[in-house]
């Protein structure tokens, strides 16, 4: 492998027989390595060259690892490097002081040099995929089964009103102006799937256009095609010296024009698959799951779930079991949000830092509070720089095969149902907790309630409620109350609700669809 191609670790410790441990064993494992006894030396080194992980001691001089680490965060350039502690502190409070100074995993000395090399291979992976599948999140978001949008720019409105009609007839959704201040404030608002701009124009022309466009964030990406009367060589350069995606000659009609823009939208959905194919293998390659196979066993309970993951992408939805002891067992489901920021990209790795985050969380509070579980991860999530745009919704639910008591906090999550069997009654759990990442101060709190034999509590995530029938209408929660109440749903939970659920919307999911039916056997 050429030395521009290896990875390149930093490597900081005090104890110079450390440094030279940990570099020999880098270097036989093809990285290059950099050394620095102490944090100013790691500045310098983060200043002139380009570094993939840090694997820093805690213990130094003048500025610890928890402190060097936070500073680095603060760099809007380091917000998503890798950090590994490798330390002697291996108390609960230091792991945790390491989650929240920014640090991603924490390595004990003495350490294994192999579990080093592992852990080191498996971050430098979860970060490609970061900015693999981040730089290809504008593909995913744009181009779905919607029309297309396109932005048309001439200051002739004979020819915006002909080539409006013939977009439009070809199925694709125009939006004509007559001036370039008016396609910026439109395009700000449309957010365009591409832009057709004609060159000559009184005032600011297309070439000007172009550049205004290419120092915008949210529109240099967009494909931009130059129409227009000018056909000489030096005016097409001038063009794709530019980066357009490509130049017609007014004269060729609008036939011409729409081929083109079809050829483009076509080019853009292979891309967007090819993105979904590659998540699908990086998923698989790293055994990452957003969703265990099934529900576990329960002494007291029957437990089931359902997954659809929307267009088979690894979404938004997860779901985590953790068997605090004999008599209790923790149940979460989650839905990353913003998708937008290209959640489904890498949400399966987000899935796993939430559930590193609860995991470890348990290791250090008491682990019959859903309510403290969740302050504690939303403090290491919101102090997390790498995920600062993508917050998550959360329900945390506690169940107890001895007392039959159910615990449940949530974080901008939808409302725990709970359908009573004798008599029969709905009840609704809604939590005040606010979106994990979403503030420093989530306000959790745990709501807590006894079960009776034949209760069902559904925990469900909004694709359940937001989906839709063929006429618009969304399943919503009246019909979702309908079906609990039915007798049928009493003797089969989940096989009612998924028939009921399937029936009305004929699969047509908006979203991912996550369900869990836990009901109370009979005692």
């Given at each position: 492998m050429k030395d521009a191609e290896k990875k390149s670790i930093l490597v900081i410790d005090d104890d110079l027989t450390i440094r030279k441990l940990i570099t020999h064993h880098l270097k036989l494992n093809n990285y290059n390595s950099f050394e620095a006894k102490n944090a100013k030396e790691a500045f310098q080194i983060l200043s002139k060259s380009h570094i993939d992980l840090v694997l820093s001691d805690v213990t130094m001089d003048e500025m610890d690892g928890f402190e060097f680490c936070e500073k680095v965060r603060s760099n809007e350039k380091h917000r998503f490097l890798p950090f590994v502690f490798v330390t002697a502190k291996n108390t609960l409070e230091d792991k945790f002081k390491a989650i929240e100074?920014?640090?991603?995993?924490?390595?004990?000395?003495?350490?294994?040099?192999?579990?080093?090399?592992?852990?080191?291979?498996?971050?430098?992976?979860?970060?490609?995929?970061?900015?693999?599948?981040?730089?290809?999140?504008?593909?995913?978001?744009?181009?779905?089964?919607?029309?297309?949008?396109?932005?048309?720019?001439?200051?002739?409105?004979?020819?915006?009103?002909?080539?409006?009609?013939?977009?439009?007839?070809?199925?694709?959704?125009?939006?004509?102006?007559?001036?370039?201040?008016?396609?910026?404030?439109?395009?700000?608002?449309?957010?365009?799937?591409?832009?057709?701009?004609?060159?000559?124009?009184?005032?600011?022309?297309?070439?000007?256009?172009?550049?205004?466009?290419l120092v915008d964030d949210e529109l240099k990406s967009v494909p931009f095609i130059f129409l227009t009367a000018k056909a000489t060589d030096e005016d097409i350069l001038e063009g794709y010296d530019l980066g357009i995606t490509d130049y017609v000659v007014k004269t060729a009609g609008p036939k011409i024009v729409i081929a083109k823009v079809s050829a483009i939208i076509k080019s853009l959905k292979s891309?967007?698959?090819?993105?979904?194919?590659?998540?699908?293998?990086?998923?698989?390659?790293?055994?990452?799951?957003?969703?265990?196979?099934?529900?576990?066993?329960?002494?007291?309970?029957?437990?089931?779930?359902?997954?659809?993951?929307?267009?088979?992408?690894?979404?938004?939805?997860?779901?985590?079991?953790?068997?605090?002891?004999?008599?209790?067992?923790?149940?979460?489901?989650?839905?990353?949000?913003?998708?937008?920021?290209?959640?489904?990209?890498?949400?399966?790795?987000?899935?796993?830092?939430?559930?590193?985050?609860?995991?470890?969380?348990?290791?250090?509070?008491?682990?019959?509070?859903?309510?403290?579980?969740?302050?504690?991860?939303?403090?290491a999530v919101y102090q997390d720089s790498k995920i600062s745009e993508v917050f998550v919704a959360i329900s945390v639910i506690m169940i107890n095969n001895k007392t039959f008591e159910i615990k449940y906090c949530g974080a901008g999550d939808t409302p725990i149902m709970i359908r009573e069997s004798q008599p029969t009654k709905i009840t609704k759990l809604s939590s005040e907790g606010l979106l994990i990442g979403f503030s420093k101060k989530g306000e959790y709190s745990d709501i807590s309630l006894k079960l009776k034999s034949g209760d069902v509590v559904l925990m469900l995530t909004d694709g359940i409620i937001e989906s839709r029938n063929k006429d618009g209408k969304q399943f919503g929660e009246n019909k979702l109350e309908d079906v609990l109440r039915s007798e049928e749903f009493c003797n089969n939970p989940m096989e009612k609700l998924k028939e009921e659920f399937i029936r009305y919307t004929n699969q047509n999911f908006e979203d991912d669809i996550s369900l869990i039916t836990i009901k109370v056997k009979d005692q």
């Open positions: 100074s920014g640090g991603d995993d924490i390595i004990t000395k003495p350490f294994d040099i192999k579990e080093l090399i592992l852990k080191v291979q498996a971050l430098l992976k979860r970060t490609e995929i970061y900015r693999t599948y981040g730089l290809k999140k504008s593909i995913q978001s744009t181009f779905t089964e919607r029309k297309t949008r396109i932005l048309f720019v001439d200051d002739d409105p004979t020819i915006t009103k002909l080539f409006k009609y013939n977009l439009e007839s070809a199925g694709f959704e125009c939006t004509a102006v007559n001036s370039v201040d008016e396609a910026i404030r439109t395009a700000k608002v449309l957010h365009p799937d591409i832009i057709i701009s004609d060159i000559m124009m009184p005032g600011t022309d297309g070439y000007q256009f172009r550049k205004k466009v891309e967007r698959n090819k993105a979904i194919s590659e998540l699908h293998q990086a998923a698989a390659s790293l055994g990452a799951k957003v969703v265990p196979d099934k529900a576990p066993t329960f002494e007291g309970y029957e437990i089931k779930q359902w997954h659809i993951p929307y267009r088979g992408i690894p979404g938004g939805d997860f779901i985590d079991y953790y068997k605090v002891d004999d008599d209790n067992l923790l149940i979460i489901l989650g839905d990353v949000m913003g998708k937008k920021w290209g959640a489904w990209y890498f949400a399966f790795a987000y899935a796993g830092y939430i559930r590193s985050s609860v995991r470890g969380t348990l290791q250090s509070v008491d682990v019959h509070s859903p309510a403290e579980i969740l302050k504690r991860v939303n403090a």
